[in-house]
């Protein structure tokens, strides 16, 4: 048998009870779709993998091919044509577009008889070999797991009803199997490390290397106090073959990071309840809930608090199967535009909604119209040190904000002024381009200024002047008379239009006449003129926090607001900082969203000094987290940093429900990207 005969086969469906299946956003497996590029797909099945959703398909006769769902769903909804029935199936195509059941093999003799098919191996030619085990009822039917192997590569996995698995083995042949027959179920080594990748390099290889360690384990276990057979040492030796491989050449790619076995964190010792199931779903991943109940009554015996937490870790592991299944599902749904996905991984990170909101439409308007509109009319704020809030003593006051600061002295009117906070030496200096001198202030907690100082600006003069012109609207009237219209005409009308008097018959009819009006304008202007006052800058206190615009917004719409925030006098950082480790922090002036992988996370934080040193404090939920920002601009740090975050999901009745979503991502070096 051909191998994309018998993997049409075995990825014709993901459940045997159906055919053909609709999914909510009109993916339909097991049909034939014609394509624009003139070729005939087949999508066969989707699964839920680490980062993302993978549907799996066939062109014709090519081999297995996949891509995202979202993907997916869009090439065969939007630029295809569903051809022929759904169960026309078979891997050559026929006139019409659809595919035909392949024809018996005279090879009947190795067809298999119905109780040698549990724990059974098939050599299906072309370096294709099928798997068979865990046979039980299943939907009411018998049904089997089904592994396809190609030159030792697992391209599917998924369950059977016996009678379709006997009619496609006819071109097979029996290869001896597993003893013990437990083995069956074991991936390769390739399956091993295909089970664990997450995206990141270092990780996959700490994963894969774990998941070795734990299967070796369990394979331990069941042989008990025998033996190894030889497939029990096959088995074993391969996966240490390959763990010892992957960790020499993963400690030569990435110097100076730990990937020696015998340290790995996922290294649980056999009864620890967390064996197979936190960190690496060895179990969900690879192995049966039959193979995982053996293994927890020879290790765990009669202790019952044993079984209890092994229950608990299995419920938690099986849960979040269905919320990855179930967070995947509602992401499908979700607008894609640049705005929607901003708005939505704002709120995701846990800031309010308000400012979600605004992030939403921000985003959504530059790229409506390719780019930032006010870009070189309004000045960026620049990248890097801040200040915050109110600092003010005797008849002179500052108020700094992310991008300007007001200046007030004596009795002129408050002024807005750009501002640039630099470091200088162990100094930080805030300079503001007061007129007729600048003014050069240095920061250490308080603000601290040269003394007597002239400050130019202007004062109110006199109350609030009315000015007022004469312009002209146009006004519009509308006049109704009666116009009369012969008894012939009286059918042509609504009813409730014609007016009869004696024996004449009139309807409304409206004119319409506009024209020019002479109206009044006021506008008020409070005079003013130029005043140059003189004030006292010392030692400024910090002396109020800023209003939040977002938090008022939040209290007056009652929606929800910022998880964590820190709206408290001080040193800020702009800007969006990012290591190649995937770490990147988008720093604003109460709080930080730290991004790794697709998990975000919004946080507060502060910056002070130390020493000559600018230490930036996080208010982390996975753990205390601090950088230092150095004098070049860059941020450094060591280690990683755990981000927990969550995924916006559909709640159950409506609304927004919220899953975990964490990942880890290394420190290093951060630079300013804008």
Known sequence: MKLNTLAAFLLLCTAWSAQAQHAPDGLQFNVPYLCNDGHTYVVHRCEQGPKFEACF????????????????????TKMCKIQGSAT???????????????????????????????????????????????????????????RLDQNGKTIALSPKPQSEIQSHLSACKALP?????????????????????????????????????????????????????????????????????????????????????????????????????????????????????AFARIVGGSDSQYAMSVAREKAAATKQVENEINAANAEASYAKDPGSVAARHCLESGRSETECLGEGLKVGVQDLLGGNPLKGIVSETPVGLRLTGLYAAGNFEVRFQQDVVSVGCGTLIPQSLPYSVERTGNQILVKIPTAPKS????????????????????????????????????????????????????????????????????????????????????????????????????????????????????????????????TAPGLRLNGIYAAQGGLR??????????????????????????????????QNSTGPLSLELQPNGTITGSGQVDVAGRRAIEAPGGGVDYLPRNARCSLGTLEASK
Request: proline share 7%; charged share 15%; aromatic share 8%.
């Open 57 to 76: 398909y066939q062109r014709e006769h090519d081999s297995e091919g996949y891509n995202t769902r979202q993907a997916v769903v869009y090439q065969m």
């Open 439 to 566: 003014l050069t202030l240095l920061y250490n907690g308080n603000l601290s200024g040269p003394g007597p100082l002239d400050v130019a600006g202007r004062v109110v003069i006199g109350g609030a002047v009315d000015h007022a012109s004469t312009s002209y609207q146009i006004q519009t009237q509308t006049t109704t008379t009666q116009r009369q219209i012969d008894a012939g005409d009286v059918p042509n009308y609504a009813v409730g239009d014609v007016h009869q008097n004696g024996m004449e018959y009139s309807v409304d009819q409206q004119s319409t006449s506009s024209n020019w009006t002479p109206t009044t304008q006021h506008h008020y202007e409070v005079p003013t003129a130029p005043k140059t006052e003189h004030c006292n800058v010392g030692t400024l206190p910090p002396a109020a926090a800023n209003v939040s615009v977002s938090s008022v917004l939040t209290q007056v719409l009652g929606s929800k607001g910022s998880k964590s925030s820190n």
């Open 88 to 146: 026309e199936s078979s891997p050559s195509p026929r006139a019409g577009g659809g595919l035909s059941s392949p024809a018996p093999s005279s090879n009947v003799a190795n067809a298999p008889l119905p109780g040698s098919l549990n724990n059974s191996r098939w050599d299906c030619g072309s370096g294709a070999v099928m798997t068979v085990f865990r046979c039980e009822r299943q939907a009411g039917q018998q049904a089997c797991y089904v």
């Open 177 to 293: 199997p597993f003893n013990p027959a437990y083995l069956a179920e074991f991936p390769n080594p390739y399956r091993v490390v295909q089970g664990m990748l997450v995206g990141k390099p270092q990780e996959n290889v700490v994963r894969a290397i774990g998941a070795f360690y734990q299967l070796t384990e369990i394979i331990q276990v069941l042989a008990g106090a025998r033996a190894l057979t030889a497939d029990e040492q096959n088995f074993v030796g391969d996966y240490s073959r390959v763990q010892s491989a992957m960790a020499q050449g993963a400690a030569k790619m990435f110097p100076g990071q730990q990937f020696d076995p015998a340290l790995s964190p996922y290294r649980f010792k056999r009864n620890d309840p967390k064996f197979g199931f936190e960190g690496i779903p060895v179990w969900t991943t690879f192995l049966t809930p039959g193979t995982a109940d």
């Open 585 to 618: 922090i988008d720093f604003r002036d109460d709080s930080a969203t730290l991004k790794c992988g697709e998990s975000f996370n919004s946080e507060g934080y502060s910056v002070s000094q130390k020493g000559g040193q600018v230490i930036i404090n996080f």
